[in-house]
């Protein structure tokens, strides 16, 4: 509130003024005035010019850090040279006693209360000396009176300054927190992931964070202080209408979702607004966006979604493939039995064609239904049974030799697996997990054609690697990628290849890959689909349990080709 530093050098000024107004006054009557008096003018002249020079040297030049001693010093400089003049001028009856209250008002900014006490006794001490010893026969009352005038003066400047002191500190204080939230608050809003801009009642920017300016992919810094929706229309035009609306018409927007296109990528979003009054204007509105990319969110919902989509049909499956199982069986039995009567009762009579292609009709339907019912089993009992460690790369080793002997597999078709050396064994449904190698590597197989590569990699996974994919998962991982360069995934079912009955091959039953997803999904994992340059990359990403992380395989095959 009062700055010692300030006062002080206000102090200075006033003493320089004095001490310049004693030499003139002294010359302009020094023919008159008695030599006493003329030496003590010109003797107080140098002791205010020497001790104001090296105060503004110690404290201005050297930039010297003052004490108390020091400030007391500079008030006793004050009252003898005031004392100085009071004396010239006439004792107790100058009018330039009044100085001594001005010294003292100093003293009460410079000093503590206790130091101001100080300096106003030593001036009632001075004052007294030199009207009572110096000058004898003065009037006791007036100087009394002015004494009193003195204390009076002392406890009040005192006491107010004690007070401005204890307002200036809680200020600092205040000023200190207030900058130490501000910069918090700063840091927060540079560090969060979530994007925050706000702009006034004219679509003028007057924040964004970092974050903001990577998800929208503009340089917002630099457009603070200008229009910025029309920038942000072509990139997200949600975004720039929940702000139009929001600083023009006061509309709060809560989880709204749009989309920010950067390029051939969409980013899905989540936005929320709020309004305060902006205090630059009246009635205006400022209004603050936070967004942030809701991508994996949306993903996980799906994935979900799909579980439980997954979960009801493989219900259903259970109920139905037992329900049929056995009547077909039946019909197949019988079938074959009243084949055999007819072939026994004809004798050596040739049997009608049309009765055998009826006869290898029912039995072949029969054989395509039992089929579809053991794919509607596997995939109804795709849960974990039995947990124990197992060695992933001898699964992959063995699940690959045996689809690559299956008939579906042409002579063109090439079968590779490479496995990382020392992976460590996962907790796991040996079976299960086997099942779900071999669906991967079938349907890869399957996929190809008659010519093509079907690799396997059994490694580490780390999620945030070189493509930055995330699986949501935390922890160590293991993956099997199934590669393949055959045509690719048709657009038209890229978003529907983990639902049941979807397929694209003739002939399929659409349970391979959600009989995959049910599998991994069961040891707690995901199935990643990539799109290659040419053919398709399905990745099982499998986290390692406690007790299995310890655990390594006695030999991993570094690869198998068929």
């Avoid at 030049?61 to 009252?79: E, K, M």
């Avoid at 009460?108 to 106003?120: D, E, H, I, N, T």
């Avoid at 979960?311 to 055999?340: C, D, F, G, K, M």
């Avoid at 299995?548 to 080709?561: C, I, N, Y």
Wanted: charged content about 20%.
């Amino acid at each position: 509130m009062l700055d010692p530093r300030r006062v002080l050098r206000w102090v200075w000024l006033g003493r320089a003024a004095l001490s310049c107004a004693i030499l003139v006054a002294a010359v302009f009557v020094w023919s008159e005035a008695a030599p006493t008096d003329t030496l003590i003018a010109t003797l107080a002249f140098a002791f205010a010019t020497l001790a104001t020079v090296g105060s503004a040297l110690y404290l201005e030049i050297d930039r010297r850090t003052p004490s108390a001693v020091f400030y007391a010093g500079q008030c006793a400089v004050d009252l003898v040279l005031v004392t100085a003049v009071v004396h010239i001028t006439g004792g107790w009856s100058s009018q330039f006693a009044a100085l001594y209250i001005l010294s003292i008002a100093s003293a009460a900014v410079l000093l503590p209360f206790r130091g101001s006490l100080a300096v106003a006794a030593g001036a009632c001490l001075l004052y007294a000396a030199d009207v009572l010893w110096v000058r004898p026969g003065t009037q006791y009352i007036g100087v009394s009176v002015q004494i009193a005038v003195f204390v009076i003066v002392s406890v009040g400047s005192g006491y107010v300054s004690s007070r401005l002191r204890q307002v200036g500190a809680g200020r600092e204080a205040l000023a200190a927190q207030l900058v130490q939230v501000q910069l918090e608050a700063a840091d927060i809003l540079r560090t969060i992931r979530a994007g925050i801009v706000t702009v006034d009642a004219n679509g003028c920017l007057l924040y964004a964070n970092p974050s903001a300016s990577d998800l929208l992919g503009l340089d917002l810094p630099s457009m603070v202080g200008q229009p910025v929706l029309g920038a942000l229309r072509p990139v997200s035009p949600k975004l720039s209408v929940l702000l139009e609306q929001s600083s023009r018409e006061g509309v709060r927007t809560t989880r709204a979702e749009g989309v920010i296109q950067r390029g051939a990528e969409q980013v899905e979003i989540g936005v929320t607004t709020t309004v305060f009054p902006d205090s630059r204007s009246e009635g205006g509105l400022t209004a603050t966006a936070i967004f942030q990319d809701i991508s994996d969110s949306k993903r996980l919902q799906a994935l979900n979604v799909r579980a439980e989509r997954l979960q009801a049909v493989a219900e259903l499956s259970a109920s139905l493939a037992h329900e049929i199982r056995n009547p077909l069986a039946s019909i197949r039995s019988a079938t074959e039995q009243l084949a055999r009567r007819r072939a026994k009762a004809m004798g050596d009579l040739p049997e009608d064609d049309d009765e055998r292609i009826l006869h290898d009709l029912v039995v072949r339907e029969a054989d395509r239904l039992s089929r579809l019912l053991a794919d509607f089993l596997d995939f109804a009992r795709a849960r974990v049974t039995r947990v124990s460690p197992v060695d992933l790369g001898a699964i992959v080793h063995a699940a690959s030799t045996i689809a690559a002997s299956h008939p579906d597999r042409r002579d063109g078709v090439q079968v590779q697996a490479r496995v990382a050396p020392e992976l460590p064994w996962v907790e796991g449904d040996e079976d299960l997990l086997h099942r779900a190698v071999f669906n991967l590597v079938l349907n890869a197989i399957q996929a190809v054609g008659e010519h093509g590569h079907v690799l396997i990699d059994v490694d580490r996974y780390y999620p945030s690697g070189e493509q930055g994919s995330s699986s949501m998962l935390t922890g160590e991982l293991l993956s099997v990628s199934v590669s393949d360069d055959g045509p690719g995934v048709p657009p038209e079912l890229a978003d529907r290849l983990f639902e049941p009955f979807v397929t694209g091959k003739l002939g399929g039953t659409g349970l391979g890959l959600p009989v995959v997803h049910r599998a991994v999904e069961a040891h707690r994992g995901v199935v990643l689909v990539d799109a290659l340059p040419r053919g398709t990359r399905f990745t099982m990403v499998l986290p390692l349990g406690r007790a299995a992380e310890a655990l390594l395989p006695p030999s991993s095959p570094s690869g198998v080709s068929a």
